[in-house]
């Protein structure tokens, strides 16, 4: 079967969640047997938006091959239970870059180099490559901004020519739009839709299929108007409205039809889609049998879809503990050894999550002694791991003055430093540690006893690494390393001894937790968070066993 091509593009506003249709879509199309895959076109200049600053752009999400991608890449794995790679997110920097450097090299044989057609057969290059690459039955192509953007056009229009390319039968258009509910006029308003719809097919690309976001359902009366208006038919005006959790999205969207639709436009194999698990998993998210808080302390907090891998990995070690977490959002600017016992006090867990540069970094530090001291559950990542070995370094093992040379590079005791090949790198995008790595882990730790196995890979994304020039050190106040890169010996996980769950971890866990495989060190941490819900440990009981 040839491969089928599903263009998502979006129209009246920005986030209206064409990651989330995408994602969405394509787990019912793999949960009829379908071989999917998503990709992500981005208008943005930037390369990739490993550069960005997380207010920009949320979370850079990586996957197994090192590339830094768009967030929504990780809704896509969450959903569909597949593994990503460079090729499945595509930017117009990186689009220019190639075409460039082929002109560079003579590739074009002296030809004018223009968007039609130099551009646009770059960017359909990467979405055919990407669906002869595995031989997918359905690459489902979301297409970034909006409708009528600038930026936006060539994209447009190589869709238009790849509908040809590979024959009009093998592709397929939804649009997702908006419908708004004016209260003034009390009632759902279509124009937005039409306009949104004329604009995109006066680009050459017409829609087969609207998905119509509303906060109120779409009678038939309004369906008609949009299909009439649209050049639709009335089944293939599909609502979309406010779900309580984004994994109830699938479901409503099969209550739609919206699978049913493409299947047979595509004439696509009809089987039926098994969600059994799927639903479990969602009845879980939604009807908990108890509840904890987790603080979860970083710099980018209100903006929250800077750790949105963080989130949902918590809500996928929730449901497998029965639970939900109730995230407390702490930001560690204004976090101290004064306040801190009134910020976290109650919670069952505290998470101090990634980031970069030295802002907040004393609110993290307290926030990791305090979670110590307490013996309430710690889990630090990336960042989060470093500030641990700094506090313990500073207060369990008289190394007063430790810090990062990220912060501090004249410190007296560098506990955290460059990684080697990272010191004479002056270029910034795609030059850390990246992507995926072997962690070697100790039998009988936390670590070790979450994953159930001594050999684990997982992805990376940082510059700099706890110092093994320090590490007997601090091993010997009673840090345990309880992880390590069998090929370079770096410090991947560690842990504190006596204390009930203390894990901190080099890596990013959170980018390979899925609603089918939920990351066993969250499930763990989350189960250690409810046991100390169910009975919070008072200091006095506890500080006898802390190194001091």
């Given at each position: 079967?040839?491969?089928?091509?599903?263009?998502?593009?979006?129209?009246?506003t920005s986030?209206?969640?064409k990651?989330?249709?995408?994602?969405?879509?394509?787990?019912?199309?793999?949960?009829r047997?379908?071989?999917?895959?998503?990709?992500?076109l981005?208008?943005?200049?930037?390369?990739?938006?490993?550069?960005?600053?997380?207010?920009e752009?949320?979370?850079v999400?990586?996957t197994?091959?090192?590339a830094?991608?768009?967030?929504?890449?990780?809704?896509?794995e969450?959903?569909?239970?597949?593994?990503?790679?460079?090729?499945?997110?595509?930017?117009?920097?990186?689009?220019?870059?190639d075409?460039?450097t082929?002109?560079?090299?003579g590739?074009?044989?002296?030809?004018?180099?223009?968007?039609?057609?130099?551009?646009?057969?770059?960017?359909?290059?990467?979405?055919?490559?990407?669906?002869?690459?595995?031989?997918?039955?359905?690459?489902i192509?979301?297409?970034?901004?909006?409708?009528?953007?600038?930026?936006?056009l060539?994209?447009?229009?190589?869709?238009?020519?790849?509908r040809?390319?590979?024959?009009?039968?093998?592709?397929l258009?939804?649009?997702?739009t908006l419908?708004?509910?004016?209260?003034?006029?009390?009632?759902?308003?279509t124009?937005?839709?039409?306009?949104s719809?004329?604009?995109l097919?006066?680009?050459?690309?017409?829609p087969?299929?609207?998905?119509?976001?509303?906060?109120?359902?779409?009678?038939?009366?309004?369906?008609?108007?949009?299909?009439?208006?649209?050049n639709?038919?009335?089944?293939?005006v599909?609502?979309?409205?406010?779900?309580?959790?984004?994994y109830?999205?699938?479901?409503?969207?099969?209550?739609?039809g919206?699978?049913?639709?493409?299947?047979?436009?595509?004439?696509?194999?009809?089987?039926?889609a098994?969600?059994v698990?799927?639903?479990?998993?969602?009845?879980k998210?939604?009807?908990p049998?108890?509840?904890?808080?987790?603080a979860l302390?970083?710099?980018?907090?209100?903006?929250?879809?800077?750790?949105?891998?963080?989130?949902?990995?918590?809500v996928?070690?929730?449901?497998?503990?029965?639970?939900?977490?109730?995230?407390?959002?702490?930001?560690?600017?204004?976090?101290?050894?004064?306040n801190v016992?009134?910020?976290?006090g109650?919670?069952?867990?505290?998470?101090?999550?990634?980031g970069?540069g030295?802002?907040?970094i004393?609110?993290?530090?307290?926030?990791?002694?305090?979670?110590?001291?307490?013996?309430i559950p710690?889990?630090?990542?990336?960042?989060?791991?470093q500030?641990?070995?700094?506090e313990?370094?500073?207060?369990?093992?008289?190394?007063?003055?430790?810090n990062?040379?990220?912060?501090n590079?004249?410190?007296?005791?560098?506990?955290?430093d460059?990684?080697p090949?990272?010191?004479?790198?002056?270029?910034?995008?795609?030059?850390?540690?990246?992507?995926?790595?072997?962690?070697?882990?100790?039998?009988?730790?936390?670590?070790?006893?979450?994953?159930?196995?001594?050999?684990?890979?997982?992805?990376?994304?940082?510059?700099?690494?706890?110092n093994?020039?320090?590490?007997?050190?601090?091993?010997q106040?009673?840090l345990?390393?309880?992880?390590?890169?069998?090929?370079?010996?770096?410090?991947?996980v560690?842990?504190?001894?006596?204390h009930?769950?203390?894990?901190?971890?080099?890596?990013?866990?959170?980018?390979?937790?899925t609603?089918?495989?939920?990351?066993?060190?969250?499930?763990?941490?989350?189960?250690?968070?409810?046991?100390y819900?169910?009975?919070?440990?008072?200091?006095?009981?506890?500080k006898?066993?802390?190194?001091?």
């Amino acid at each position: 079967m040839a491969t089928k091509y599903i263009f998502i593009t979006g129209g009246v506003t920005s986030s209206l969640g064409k990651g989330i249709i995408c994602a969405s879509l394509g787990r019912l199309l793999v949960a009829r047997g379908l071989r999917v895959t998503v990709q992500k076109l981005d208008p943005y200049i930037n390369v990739d938006p490993g550069t960005m600053n997380p207010y920009e752009h949320g979370e850079v999400y990586v996957t197994d091959d090192g590339a830094e991608t768009d967030l929504d890449l990780g809704h896509y794995e969450r959903f569909l239970g597949i593994r990503t790679s460079q090729q499945n997110n595509v930017t117009t920097g990186r689009v220019y870059y190639d075409v460039i450097t082929k002109e560079r090299k003579g590739a074009y044989l002296g030809k004018t180099v223009q968007v039609i057609p130099h551009i646009t057969d770059e960017i359909k290059a990467h979405v055919k490559n990407l669906g002869e690459s595995e031989n997918y039955d359905i690459v489902i192509v979301e297409i970034g901004g909006t409708v009528g953007d600038i930026e936006s056009l060539p994209y447009i229009e190589a869709m238009r020519q790849l509908r040809y390319d590979v024959g009009r039968k093998n592709t397929l258009s939804i649009h997702l739009t908006l419908v708004p509910y004016l209260a003034a006029a009390g009632e759902l308003k279509t124009k937005p839709t039409q306009h949104s719809v004329k604009t995109l097919s006066e680009s050459g690309l017409s829609p087969d299929i609207l998905v119509c976001r509303s906060e109120y359902p779409l009678d038939d009366s309004i369906r008609r108007k949009i299909a009439q208006f649209c050049n639709v038919e009335i089944e293939d005006v599909i609502a979309s409205l406010d779900a309580e959790s984004i994994y109830e999205v699938p479901l409503l969207m099969q209550d739609e039809g919206l699978d049913g639709r493409v299947i047979e436009k595509l004439n696509l194999p009809a089987k039926n889609a098994d969600l059994v698990q799927w639903k479990q998993f969602v009845e879980k998210v939604k009807n908990p049998k108890s509840e904890a808080t987790i603080a979860l302390v970083g710099k980018y907090v209100e903006h929250h879809d800077a750790y949105k891998s963080i989130v949902e990995a918590l809500v996928h070690g929730g449901a497998v503990n029965d639970s939900r977490l109730n995230i407390k959002w702490i930001q560690s600017d204004y976090v101290n050894d004064h306040n801190v016992a009134d910020l976290l006090g109650g919670v069952s867990g505290v998470l101090v999550a990634p980031g970069f540069g030295d802002r907040g970094i004393d609110g993290k530090l307290a926030a990791v002694k305090f979670a110590r001291l307490q013996g309430i559950p710690f889990f630090g990542i990336c960042l989060g791991m470093q500030c641990a070995v700094i506090e313990f370094a500073r207060n369990c093992a008289n190394l007063h003055d430790a810090n990062s040379t990220e912060f501090n590079e004249s410190t007296p005791y560098p506990v955290i430093d460059y990684m080697p090949d990272q010191r004479g790198v002056t270029e910034k995008g795609g030059t850390m540690r990246l992507g995926q790595y072997e962690c070697k882990l100790t039998e009988g730790t936390n670590a070790g006893s979450a994953y159930g196995k001594e050999l684990i890979n997982e992805r990376h994304r940082h510059r700099f690494e706890l110092n093994n020039e320090l590490r007997d050190t601090l091993q010997q106040h009673g840090l345990v390393v309880s992880g390590v890169n069998p090929e370079r010996n770096l410090v991947e996980v560690i842990e504190i001894e006596k204390h009930p769950w203390f894990v901190g971890v080099q890596f990013h866990p959170e980018l390979k937790s899925t609603v089918n495989e939920p990351h066993p060190l969250f499930v763990s941490f989350v189960k250690a968070s409810l046991i100390y819900a169910g009975h919070v440990v008072k200091q006095e009981e506890f500080k006898n066993n802390q190194p001091v």
